[in-house]
Structure formats: structure tokens, C-alpha cells
């Protein structure tokens, strides 16, 4: 009886410990981001926060990287199961197009649009046009990253290639320091406005925004659908009074095919739930809005994200 007894207890003890420590695990996904000076990185980091809040058995590691093309092989080889990119280097790499020519990338889907990313073209005094940059040093982002192929298609439009410029593959905070420098003379840089790495520069540099006028605005949208005019709001920046016109295309959370439907859609639903709570964490927080999400996506969004945007309406 005492041995039958002795087994009992062991076994409810056993049992006991799988349902705590079942109660006390969490999933902790890899979120891949953009360098720790641009907006990808500290926006991912007020999201990851705010969903870990809200979703009591998630977590996140998040990373910086590369940005957008190296996030896109990142999901697809599942070293990351979330990542923030731009909406059409995502179009490229799901087509096999452009910066993935050839190469179909698979494995990944969309989640929800979140805020438009501003193509901001910093310069010197002396520089005031996208014609100016001719001949000039000039930062076109990290190699492969979606900002090098912005660059080219902004050129494209004025007529103009990497061959008419120097070219530099530097990140938004290093472009800023040598920009300060000296050197270089310019940089693109495609990210939410205002962006830190411009914001910190301005401080302590007189710089000029670079216009896109509606002319080469129409030409570049024309070609490159995917793009739409945006007017980055005066004082965005320390010395700019005015606003200033340019292209924006969309920063998009993808996710790997591998996750539930379940987890995304709890990410999903919290992520605009809680908007206003992203929304004290970062400023892009605000541009939070689910028919924005959903209106830039050009390749399949995932099923749990699918289900939530059908059930507030947003999708039939």
C-alpha cells in the first residue's frame, strides 16, 4: 500500500512540473530589423516590447542588420522569424525580380504594412538638386540593402546612373558621420522621417533635403508603381523650415510560413490594438492604421494576419 502511495505522489509530482513549466514558457521569436541607427530598429524595438507586453507567452530577440534584403533571406532561411522590410524589395524578392533577379526567394509572407518610408536624400549647402549629385560622393546605402536600389531608380528618373556619381555603401549612421566628415557629399537614406541618424547630423551640420518634383515624382511612380509622393513635414529637422517633397514606399513587418496562424494572428490583433501604446514608444506608432496595412501588399499575406484583417473588414 505504501509503495502504491509513494508512486501516486511521484507521478502527480511529475505531472506537476510539466504543467508549470508549461505555464511558464515562452515562445521568443527572432526579429530581424535594420542598423541600430535607423528607424527599423528602435520602431521594432517599441512593437517587440509593447507585443510582449500584451501577448503573455511571447517574447523577442531582437536583431540588428543589414535591412531589408538581408532580413527577406534571413526569414527564408529561418535565422529570423519576423522581420521588418521595405514593401518593394519584398515585391522583388517574391517575384525573382530586380534585386533578386532570377531567384525567386520562398518561405516568407506578409504581415500587416505599418508606416511610409521616406526616400530623404541628405546634402550639402551647395548641392539643392538630385542633378547636383553629379560627380559628387555620394552614400547610396548598405550594399544590396533596398536603399542602394532606390538609389538607382531616383537616378534613373533624372537620367542619371551610379556611373555619374561616386559611390559609397555606408549605412545611415556612418553616412551621417562622413557627411560630417567630409567624406562624402551627399546620401540617400530610406527610412521613417524624422530619422535619428538625420536628426543628430542636422544638430550640429546645416544640411539641405533634396526635392523630387512632381515631374520626376510622375516618371519614377510611372515606372515603379510601388512608390507614392510624400511631403516631409516642416522643422522635421534642425535648419529645414519648408517642407519638402520626395517618394515614399511602405515599411512592412514579413513573417515566416513556418509560424501558426494562431501567433500571428494574436501579433496582428495586438499590433493594432495597441497602437496608441507603440505610439508613446515611437512616433510611427501613430501612421498605425489596418487599411494602410494591407494596401501596399503585393505578395500573399499569411493566414493568421489574413483572418484578422476579414474580421475587422479590411479585406473581403
Not at 109 to 137: F, N, P
Not at 286 to 299: F, K, N, Q, R, W
Request: charged share 20%; net charge negative; hydrophobic share 40%.
Amino acid at each position: 500500500m505504501k509503495k502504491k502511495i509513494f508512486t501516486i505522489i511521484v507521478a502527480m509530482l511529475l505531472i506537476f512540473s510539466f504543467v508549470l513549466s508549461g505555464c511558464s514558457s515562452k515562445t521568443t521569436l527572432k526579429m530581424a530589423t535594420g542598423g541600430t541607427t535607423g528607424t527599423y530598429y528602435a520602431y521594432s524595438g517599441t512593437v517587440s516590447q509593447v507585443l510582449g507586453e500584451k501577448i503573455g507567452d511571447l517574447s523577442f530577440d531582437v536583431q540588428s542588420t543589414g535591412a531589408s534584403k538581408a532580413n527577406i533571406y534571413l526569414v527564408s532561411d529561418k535565422e529570423a522569424d519576423i522581420a521588418i522590410v521595405q514593401n518593394d524589395v519584398m515585391y522583388y524578392a517574391y517575384n525573382g525580380i530586380d534585386l533578386f533577379d532570377g531567384e525567386k526567394v520562398e518561405g516568407f509572407s506578409a504581415l500587416a504594412g505599418v508606416y511610409a518610408e521616406v526616400c530623404q536624400i541628405v546634402a550639402k549647402g551647395d548641392i539643392t538638386s538630385v542633378s547636383d549629385l553629379k560627380g559628387k560622393r555620394v552614400s547610396v546605402g548598405d550594399i544590396g540593402s533596398g536603399v542602394e536600389f532606390n538609389s538607382r531608380q531616383i537616378l534613373e528618373a533624372y537620367g542619371m546612373s551610379f556611373d555619374d556619381i561616386v559611390v559609397n555603401n555606408l549605412s545611415f549612421g556612418d553616412s551621417a558621420t562622413a557627411l560630417k566628415d567630409d567624406k562624402i557629399d551627399a546620401f540617400f537614406c530610406v527610412a521613417g522621417a524624422p530619422t535619428t541618424a538625420i536628426v543628430e547630423l542636422a544638430t550640429t551640420n546645416a544640411i539641405n533635403l533634396i526635392e523630387i518634383d512632381d515631374e520626376h515624382a510622375a516618371k519614377l511612380i510611372d515606372k515603379y508603381p510601388f512608390y507614392t509622393k510624400f511631403d516631409i513635414p516642416a522643422g522635421s529637422y534642425k535648419g529645414v523650415d519648408n517642407a519638402v517633397q520626395t517618394v515614399a514606399v511602405v515599411a512592412t513587418y514579413i513573417v515566416s510560413d513556418q509560424l501558426s496562424d494562431d501567433l500571428v494572428y494574436k501579433i496582428t490583433k495586438a499590433l493594432f490594438e495597441n497602437k496608441d501604446e507603440i505610439a508613446v514608444g515611437h512616433p510611427k506608432g501613430a501612421e498605425l492604421d489596418p487599411e494602410y496595412a494591407v494596401s501596399g501588399i503585393s505578395i500573399p499575406i499569411h493566414p493568421g494576419a489574413e483572418k484578422y484583417f476579414k474580421e475587422i473588414g479590411v479585406l473581403n
